[in-house]
């Protein structure tokens, strides 16, 4: 089975401060994804990776940053966490090729003081 | 540009059946569909492809209407274990979903 890790379940910071979120798959996945879920807003696409060292923006990119050394982890950076970065955050990987399931991980709900 | 579903809650009886709809206004190549339960990861249901193709697992089947760039979710016979917020996410160069609609389903 598929298994995909984040590091933490649950995670409080300040403002200011800087958080990582990491994110682990041990199927060999081509492709990454960090979302962030916000009730009523649905599942929205932060960054993905379709590589090592390769990033893509998604649709809300702004005040995050993502890092990718290592085929199997994927990094979500909060350079200087704001409370409207309090959410949940969601990992998830996929084989390369297009039209493939992705597997997400159990998510980090993350709240910013 | 994020898909649309509807309707946005629905709540059932054991035992009855519900639609749930996905629209897009990009042309749709493909369409996914995700159940993600109170508390748990979202997990993967099913994949619908341009052809109309449609797909089924147990009792949940799904459409593809390419002409009307929308996909429509069929649960039929709700059981308990079907309650969850529903996904529908459509495939371009990455996936993007939809809201959800959550699902209640009552004994």
């Known amino acids: 089975d598929v298994k995909v890790t984040q590091s933490s379940r649950y995670l409080v910071k300040r403002t200011g401060e800087k958080v990582f979120l990491e994110c682990v798959q041990d199927m060999d996945h081509e492709n990454m994804f960090w979302y962030r879920q916000d009730p009523g807003l649905g599942l929205r696409l932060i960054y993905f990776?379709?590589?090592?060292?390769?990033?893509e923006k998604g649709d809300i990119p702004e005040g995050y940053s993502v890092s990718r050394e290592k085929k199997e982890r994927f990094s979500l950076i909060l350079e200087s966490a704001s409370t409207n970065q309090t959410s949940m955050y969601l990992c998830a990987s996929s084989i390369g090729t297009a039209y493939n399931e992705q597997f997400f991980g159990p998510g980090t709900r993350l709240t910013v003081l | 540009q994020q898909p649309v579903q509807s309707p946005q809650a629905v709540i059932l009886r054991e035992g009855e059946d519900a639609v749930i709809n996905c629209s897009s206004s990009?042309?749709?190549?493909?369409v996914h569909w995700y159940r993600q339960k109170h508390g748990e990861a979202p997990v993967f249901l099913m994949i619908l492809l341009k052809g109309g193709e449609q797909k089924g697992h147990d009792k949940i089947s799904a459409s593809f209407n390419e002409k009307k760039q929308q996909s429509s979710l069929y649960l039929t016979a709700s059981q308990l274990s079907y309650s969850g917020t529903y996904f529908c996410g459509t495939e371009d160069d990455k996936i993007i979903f939809g809201k959800g609609t959550r699902l209640h389903i009552l004994p």
């Open positions: 990009k042309a749709l190549y493909s």
């Open positions: 990776s379709y590589d090592v060292k390769m990033k």
